[in-house]
């Protein structure tokens, strides 16, 4: 269940919104005037976010090369790597 709190929390009680994301590795989603304005999450858990789109966008690129043909024989690729020596 995700955490709400109010944006005045960041001001008055930032270490406890601080502990609760570093604990538990989870976003504190912050409402200003009663409505959703931020997701607050520890740089660890946006480190590890980030992480996880990079490797997406990593593997949908790979995946176009294997669909596309733009692939070369393991030992031909060996082979252009010893010749670059």
Known sequence: ?????PSSDLRNKYSEV???CHEYDEPVY????????LAVLS????????GKF???????EA???IRDGRVTDLDQA????????
């Open 30 to 37: 912050i409402t200003k005037n009663g409505k959703g304005d």
């Open 43 to 50: 740089i660890e858990a946006y480190e590890k976010l980030v």
């Open 54 to 60: 990079e490797l997406r966008k990593l593997l949908m």
């Open 18 to 20: 601080s502990k609760f």
């Open 63 to 65: 995946e176009e090369d």
């Open 1 to 5: 269940m995700p955490v709400i709190r």
């Open 78 to 85: 060996f082979n252009k790597i010893k010749e670059s020596y």
